[in-house]
Nanobody, 121 residues
Framework: QVQLVESGGGLVQAGGSLRLSCAAS????????MGWYRQAPGKQRELVAD???????NYADSVKGRFTISRDNAKNTVYLQMSSLKPEDTAVYYC???????????????WGQGTQVTVSS
């Protein structure tokens, strides 16, 4: 059974930092892009950042310069280091990854269960 398991969310004051982790587990042949999305109450889910298997990154304008995405391919894990957090960063953060489970079988995107990040003012 393949799954993405997130950790690292919590409550932090504005200006603080948090580090999210997401580990992919199960029988996986390869992982392409991995990323983080977030969804605040009453809003649509939005991309925060993603990273390809060779380390090419992409960030939402709202987090550029404050968040850093990275990954450890040996551990099938993606990280999101969040600094200078603002109350508007409050949301449920979801891990997302394109997983190929077997050679010759098309992959698809998988989602984690989400982790709450709350930034108090």
């Amino acid at each position: 059974q393949v799954q993405l398991v997130e950790s690292g969310g919590g409550l932090v004051q504005a200006g603080g930092s948090l580090r999210l982790s997401c580990a992919a587990s199960g029988s996986i042949f390869s992982i392409n892009v991995m990323g983080w999305y977030r969804q605040a109450p009453g809003k649509q889910r939005e991309l925060v950042a993603d990273i390809t298997s060779v380390g090419i990154t992409n960030y939402a304008d709202s987090v550029k310069g404050r968040f850093t995405i990275s990954r450890d391919n040996a551990k099938n894990t993606v990280y999101l280091q969040m600094s200078s957090l603002k109350p508007e960063d409050t949301a449920v953060y979801y891990c997302n990854a394109y997983l190929v489970l077997r050679i010759g079988v098309p992959g698809r995107f998988y989602w984690g269960q989400g982790t709450q990040v709350t930034v108090s003012s």
